[in-house]
């Protein structure tokens, strides 16, 4: 059996050095609220070591990019969350639409270690 698409999305911010956390306190409610969405299936945040003010999101979905676009980026939590980040910015977020094929997927249980289990 063929595995289910998903929408991958990754999601890079250019954020001042300076105003790092203030780019992580705007955004924490909505990593939560996307998190607590039943499409949603990961939610994950990275943060290059080296550039302190580079940031990828990684979101996996089980619906389509159309869905995304048209159901999820118009809840409410997104325009706060855009008139708080926007000023943290160093230029503008870039967003990259994949499918997830499934193969080659492969992790181990210290992968999910300090992340927490949705439902």
Known sequence: MAPTKQLTIFVTFYIKPS????????????????????????????????????????????????????????????????EKSKPTWEKDMVIEWFEREGEGCSYRKQYLDGGKLMN
């Open 19 to 82: 105003m790092v956390e203030e780019f992580k306190i705007a955004h924490r409610p909505v990593w939560a609220a996307c998190a607590a969405e039943p499409e949603c299936i990961l939610f994950d945040v990275f943060r290059d070591p080296e550039q302190p003010g580079y940031f990828r999101f990684i979101e996996v979905w089980n619906e389509s990019r159309e869905w995304f676009e048209t159901k999820q980026l118009t809840k409410p939590y997104y325009t706060i969350l855009w």
